[in-house]
């Protein structure tokens, strides 16, 4: 399988700012291998959207929104932030 390529929109640096640096290494191994594999165990397609998000960190607190464009073998991850947070604001 061909490996996709990152790209993160220009606010998932903010978004990472407010997380303990160990779990921002954690999301961003998370988002590594997502290059390998796009779709993981546990991923979900969000409904009425053309994303998935996947869960990370201790008890899962942390979502990370993504989309997937196949053709381009491209990932491009929309938004990081706790899960109590990351569905509000569009």
């Known amino acids: ?51 998935y998000r996947i869960r990370q960190g201790v008890r899962t607190v942390y979502r990370i929104i993504y989309k997937v464009t196949d053709e381009l073998f491209v990932v491009a991850v929309v938004k990081v932030a706790h899960r109590g947070h990351v569905y509000k604001g569009g």
Request: no cysteine; net charge positive.
């Open 1 to 51: 399988m061909a490996s996709y390529k990152l790209l993160f929109k220009k606010s998932v640096s903010k978004d990472l700012r407010p997380i303990p640096n160990d779990d921002v290494i954690r999301i961003l191994q998370r988002v590594d291998a997502l290059q390998e594999n796009p779709r993981p165990i546990g991923s979900e397609k969000l409904s009425g959207q053309d994303r």
